[in-house]
């Protein structure tokens, strides 16, 4: 072999490695949040006075990765909102017709974040298009996302958005328990 061969050869394989290490990274982290089944750790800050309804507390937030914001149509609809930051923190606020009313903060560990985020980013969130058809007095149901970037909002108007946008929205929700909140089980 000729000195021009040998170096391709090489880089090849160097490639090749550096690509079965993310792999492995990739798959231990996946691996690790499948096989925690740990409860939440739920704290209520319903009685905390002024405190700010769209943030959870500066000292313990990185950035708003995930806000998933139920607005009730016409009728008694369910009325909440889930924000889950990148640095674990999980933030539901109960508005109206849900179990729980008020604030409730807990949180949830980082693999269980990276399998969040790897959710809006198979789906290519910042690419997909969205057909909106307003359906008068229909819930509206704001997704919005950031992978630490400017972020993206997907308005469902309960007609048009595409089904992986309502899969993975569903699935953020069920992976946070959410349900315990909104309808009293779990």
């Known amino acids: 072999m ?13 490639n090749g490695f550096i690509a079965l290490s993310l792999v492995l990274c990739l798959v231990t982290l996946i691996f690790n949040a499948c096989k925690k089944d740990e409860p939440l750790q739920i704290s209520d800050t319903s009685s905390q006075a002024g405190s700010n309804e769209r943030n959870a507390p500066n000292e313990i937030v990185n950035y708003e990765m995930i806000d998933i914001n139920h607005v009730p149509g016409h009728g008694p609809m369910v009325d909440y909102q889930v924000q889950v930051f990148s640095n674990g923190t999980i933030v539901y606020i109960g508005r109206s017709n ?12 980082l693999p ?9 980013m198979n789906i290519s ?11 008068p007095d229909a819930p509206i149901t704001y997704t919005t996302f950031s992978n630490g970037s400017k972020p993206r909002t997907i308005v469902d108007y309960g007609d048009g958005t595409p089904e992986s946008v309502y899969k993975v929205r569903t699935a953020v929700e069920d992976m946070l328990h ?3 909140f909104v309808y009293g089980k779990e």
């Open 125 to 135: 969130f910042f690419t997909i298009r969205v057909n909106d058809n307003p359906i």
């Open 112 to 120: 269980t974040i990276n399998n969040l985020r790897m959710m809006f």
């Open 2 to 14: 000729d000195m021009k061969t040998t170096k391709l050869f090489s880089f090849n394989i160097r």
């Open 178 to 180: 959410i349900s315990q």
């Open 98 to 109: 849900v179990s729980v009313i008020g604030k409730k903060i807990f949180s949830v560990d």
